[in-house]
């Protein structure tokens, strides 16, 4: 925690060695000139203890260019420029603790580290004796695929009266979470994403 200014300005005057030359008084000589150096040093101590701060990428600011500096250009494109200040902690929070995995729980994290919920389930091939009747059959190569489950972003429907000529009947965002699931996924497998409005 910092000191203010007055406190170093005592705490000085209190380690000033024992003689009359050496006034312990903070209206003296001495102690004009060792307030600049206490003010002084109140700065740097408020700037070391606000630096704190900036060594998460979640809650940089000052130092959030030199994360996204070290970490390179965006693998998957995203034009970081055009994001606000809390995307793009979340971006290079995701980016900077990143350590592979191919666990359920791993992609998950990954997800909730940029803010999405999703969900995952894998397909496994049908077996007599395990599966059971109405359950949809999964032939031998579908083993290899996985669904993640997540909410529709951001998704407009075209409206008579509010909507022009030139407008799209249904539209919607998709998450930007899909490029780094598929970066980060085994390669022997493959992924499909399933939009749903409720998770």
Same mark, same amino acid.
């Given at each position: 925690?910092?000191?203010?200014?007055?406190?170093?300005?005592?705490?000085?005057?209190?380690?000033?060695?024992?003689?009359? !030359?050496?006034?312990? &008084?903070?209206?003296?000589? @001495?102690?004009?000139?060792?307030?600049?150096?206490? =003010?002084?040093?109140?700065?740097? =101590?408020? &700037?070391? =203890?606000?630096?704190?701060?900036?060594? %998460?990428?979640?809650?940089?600011?000052?130092?959030?260019?030199?994360?996204?500096?070290?970490?390179?250009?965006?693998?998957?494109?995203?034009?970081?420029?055009?994001?606000?200040?809390? $995307?793009?902690? $979340?971006?290079?929070? +995701?980016?900077? @603790?990143?350590?592979?995995? +191919?666990?359920?729980?791993?992609?998950?994290?990954?997800?909730?580290?940029?803010?999405? @919920?999703?969900? !995952?389930?894998?397909?496994?091939?049908?077996?007599?004796? *395990?599966?059971?009747?109405?359950?949809?059959? *999964?032939?031998?190569?579908?083993?290899?695929?996985?669904?993640?489950?997540?909410?529709?972003?951001?998704?407009?429907?075209?409206?008579?009266?509010? &909507?022009?000529?030139? %407008?799209?009947?249904?539209?919607? +965002?998709?998450?930007?979470?899909?490029? %780094?699931?598929?970066?980060?996924?085994?390669?022997?497998? =493959? *992924?499909?994403?399933?939009?749903?409005?409720? *998770?």
């Amino acid at each position: 925690m910092s000191r203010s200014a007055d406190a170093i300005h005592r705490e000085a005057l209190g380690h000033l060695p024992p003689g009359w !030359i050496w006034e312990r &008084n903070p209206d003296s000589v @001495t102690g004009a000139l060792l307030r600049p150096l206490a =003010e002084a040093l109140a700065v740097v =101590e408020a &700037n070391a =203890e606000a630096m704190m701060e900036e060594i %998460d990428p979640r809650t940089a600011v000052l130092c959030l260019d030199d994360f996204e500096r070290v970490l390179g250009p965006d693998p998957c494109g995203r034009d970081t420029t055009a994001m606000s200040i809390a $995307q793009r902690q $979340q971006l290079a929070h +995701q980016r900077w @603790t990143a350590r592979g995995g +191919q666990s359920i729980p791993y992609f998950v994290g990954l997800a909730a580290k940029r803010g999405v @919920t999703i969900e !995952i389930e894998e397909c496994r091939p049908s077996q007599a004796g *395990v599966f059971q009747a109405g359950e949809e059959l *999964v032939n031998t190569p579908e083993q290899f695929v996985w669904v993640v489950k997540l909410a529709l972003g951001a998704w407009t429907i075209f409206r008579a009266g509010e &909507n022009v000529a030139g %407008d799209l009947l249904y539209d919607f +965002q998709l998450s930007d979470i899909e490029c %780094d699931i598929r970066r980060a996924k085994p390669a022997h497998t =493959e *992924v499909v994403f399933v939009y749903l409005e409720d *998770v």
